[in-house]
């Protein structure tokens, strides 16, 4: 059995050690990408030298903030937070000789790798146009985004944690990410030296407890009480108490974590009573109990109790 452990991608490890990478900045990072491989043929209708008019292609125009979130012919072009379901992004993804890859077979060169990741981390942060508006007529009330952080229902109200109390959480060994560029959302972690964090260090981490939506505590000393303070942080969705000391009574304390939708048990001393306080957090669809005393009777009705939720117990 190999344990279950999340893969993040090695952007978040390396945010860790390099200072946090600024938001992509359309006007001076995207816009000259779309400019020069793009707007020929997504622009404004206009008369070619015949006289003939020449309307934007696929009625999508990329000239404009209004624009590019209209759409064209097919819907929507780019969907905030989704590069797979934005076709600006997937289109430019395909295969040189696909029919609709974009700019089309033959019509212009394939933009880079970089390029595209770049436009790619714009959708994911929330497809922001920042200060640039570009060409603004016949849009209408279509709504251009204009939020300088990501759209993530979880971050709500968050404002940034302060660097100091990070900071401090940083001097008790703990790796403090965010849990995507300019999200106030962290994710805190032991990366090494878990086995020496006690309830007492848990128990720091409460001045950043609004800003906390992922925590890793997987081996190290933490009783039930650490739950007593995990329990209040409103924005925890993933959780991972993997080979602690936890029992129902600490589990008790998590009934309030709306959030939760993430949740590692294995090795713990839970049992099915800890299923009865779980079965309320309708955002659970992840949960672990490998190595507990939890019955595989209980844990197959628990797991049918919350729609699209996955329980391991081996
Ligand atoms: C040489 C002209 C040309 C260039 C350059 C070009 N496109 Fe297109 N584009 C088209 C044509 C023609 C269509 C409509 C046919 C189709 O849907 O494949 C289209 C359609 C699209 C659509 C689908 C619109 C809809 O709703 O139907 C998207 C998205 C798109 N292009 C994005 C891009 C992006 C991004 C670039 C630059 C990287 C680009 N295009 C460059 C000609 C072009």
């Known amino acids: 059995m190999k344990l279950p452990t999340r893969h993040f991608p090695a952007v978040l490890l390396l945010a860790a050690v390099l200072p946090a990478q600024a ?4 006007r001076t990072q995207l ?5 020069k491989n793009c707007v020929d043929c997504h622009r404004a209708p206009y008369k ?5 008019v020449i309307e934007p292609k696929g009625r999508l125009r990329l000239d404009g903030a209004g ?17 797979d379901k934005s ?16 700019p089309p077979k033959g019509k212009g060169k394939l933009l880079s790798f970089d390029e595209s990741e770049l436009i790619k981390q714009w959708i994911i942060e929330g497809a922001n146009f920042g200060d640039w508006v570009g060409a603004a007529d016949g849009t209408g009330a279509v709504a251009v985004k204009k939020v300088t952080k990501a759209v993530d229902p979880l ?10 109390a990070q900071d401090a ?10 849990i995507m560029t300019d999200s106030p959302l962290l994710r805190v972690e032991w990366i090494s030296g878990a086995s020496a964090v006690s309830d007492k260090e848990v128990a720091q981490l409460t001045s950043i407890g609004g800003n906390i939506a992922e925590l890793d505590l997987s081996d190290t000393k933490i009783t039930d009480e650490a739950l007593a303070t995990i329990g209040k942080y409103p924005r925890l969705n993933w959780l991972n108490l993997a080979n602690t000391a936890v029992t129902d009574a600490g589990i008790a304390h998590l009934k309030g974590l709306t959030h939760l939708s993430w949740l590692n048990l294995h090795s713990t001393n839970v049992s099915d009573s800890s299923l009865a306080i779980l079965t309320p957090l309708r955002k659970l669809r992840q949960v672990y109990l490998w190595k507990t005393r939890v019955t595989p009777g209980e844990a197959t009705k628990f ?7 996955k329980v391991t117990l081996d």
């Open 23 to 26: 938001a992509v900045n359309f």
């Open 31 to 35: 816009w000259p990408i779309f400019a």
């Open 48 to 52: 070619d030298p015949a006289g003939k």
């Open 67 to 83: 624009h590019i979130m209209k759409g064209g012919s097919d819907g929507d072009a780019v969907t905030a937070g989704d590069p």
């Open 87 to 102: 076709s600006i992004y997937a289109r430019i993804l395909l295969p040189p000789d696909h029919e609709d890859v974009m």
């Open 155 to 164: 971050a709500a109200g968050a404002g940034p944690a302060p660097a100091a």
């Open 169 to 178: 959480i940083r001097k008790l060994g703990a790796l403090v990410t965010p």
């Open 303 to 309: 797991a049918k109790t919350i729609p699209d939720l």
